[in-house]
């Protein structure tokens, strides 16, 4: 099993960056696929990255080139750096991981962290 727990996120004005980092329990957090996945009021949920073991990425559209998601397994942690973010990033960000990058990317990952609030002002 794996236990996540997300940093606080922030309030930004456009065009700001923050980083949000996870930091992940247990031996066997290497093996798995891990990523970002997002929620903003009245949407959907969308995977926004994932990173594999090998350290090869997948970023949603709406965030490529803007964000850089980056692992430390020395630190067991995950960040999630976001650059020049936009009032429509604005969301609850939750860490989620999976064995499984299939089930990770149809939003159903085994093990979520608690999420934390990214606000973006215009």
């Known amino acids: 099993q794996v236990q996540l727990v997300e940093s606080e996120g922030g309030s930004v004005q456009a065009g700001g960056s923050l980083r949000l980092s996870c930091a992940a329990s247990g031996n066997t957090y290497k093996r798995y696929y891990m990523g970002w996945i997002r929620q903003a009021p009245g949407k959907e949920r969308e995977g926004v990255a994932g990173i594999e073991n090998d350290g090869s990425t997948i970023y949603a559209d709406s965030v490529k080139g803007r964000f850089t998601i980056s692992k430390d397994n020395a630190k067991n942690t995950l960040y999630l750096q976001m650059n020049s973010l936009k009032p429509e990033d604005t969301a609850i960000y939750y860490c989620?991981?999976?064995?499984?990058?299939?089930?990770?990317?149809?939003?159903?990952?085994?093990?979520w962290g608690q999420g934390t609030q990214v606000t973006v002002s215009s």
């Open positions: 989620a991981a999976d064995l499984s990058v299939p089930k990770w990317w149809t939003l159903r990952p085994s093990y």
